[in-house]
């Protein structure tokens, strides 16, 4: 059996409302191999099989550090973590995962990069790219923005880009740059496309350029060919 060792910090996290879903709840930090203090670099290091977790948000990787702001020990609010290898930052829907991700627990931003990091959300849609920074509030994701070789999948439905943003609230995702969209056989071209997620409707536009929006269908005997 592997003891692991652990780490409660019960800090005042009033000033970090991304990571808190309870903010009187302290951040445990648990780690197979090893946890070190370090009160002169304000951090907290965690390695093998790190694992972060407040409330419903939890983040594991196998290193992960913790900065805290604070002079002399008397205030040790966690402002930023760090994670790298084999990373996954998850809430209680939606899961991203990414060989490094920088999470700013200030602003709720955390940037994913690495071989291909990809959301998962609800357990079924994905979107994966180069690079993807997410967004996260009441520990939930809110919104995210993907940067390179953006793929989407819903379902049966396939769209790519250059970039894409995407809207928790609404479910929708926008799609800029060289953008596919298809489904089987069929596809759609253009510059920009608003695809619901819920819906499964992906609206393709020219975005004011003098490419032209493009579509091919195939009948279902043609399909069947």
Not at 39 to 67: E, F
Not at 149 to 178: C, D, P
Request: no cysteine; hydrophobic share 35%; net charge negative.
């Amino acid at each position: 059996m592997t003891m692991k060792t652990h780490l409660f910090i019960a800090l005042s996290l009033l000033s970090v409302p991304a990571l808190a879903a309870d903010e009187k709840s302290p951040l445990e930090i648990t780690a197979d191999k090893a946890l070190e203090w370090n009160q002169t670099d304000k951090t907290y290091i965690a390695r093998g099989k790190a694992v972060a977790t407040q409330g419903t948000l939890t983040v594991k990787a196998d290193l992960l550090t913790a900065h805290y702001a604070g002079k002399d020990g008397n205030s040790s609010d966690i402002t930023l973590l760090t994670a790298d290898g084999n990373v996954t930052l998850s809430t209680a829907t939606d899961v991203a995962t990414g060989d490094k991700v920088v999470y700013d627990l200030i602003t709720g931003q955390a940037v994913l990069s690495g071989t291909r990091p990809k959301i998962v959300k609800d357990g079924k849609d994905t979107l994966e790219a180069d690079k993807i920074s997410v967004w996260t509030k009441n520990n939930l994701l809110d919104h995210a923005e993907a940067d390179g070789n953006v793929v989407i999948v819903n379902g049966e439905q396939k769209a790519t880009g250059n970039k894409a943003t995407y809207n928790a609230t609404t479910n929708l995702a926008e799609l800029i740059g060289q953008v596919k969209v298809t489904q089987g056989p069929n596809l759609l071209e253009g510059d920009k496309a608003e695809v619901d997620l819920t819906n499964h409707v992906s609206k393709m536009t020219s975005a004011g350029s003098s490419q032209r929006v493009k579509g091919v269908f195939f009948t279902h005997s043609q399909q069947k060919n």
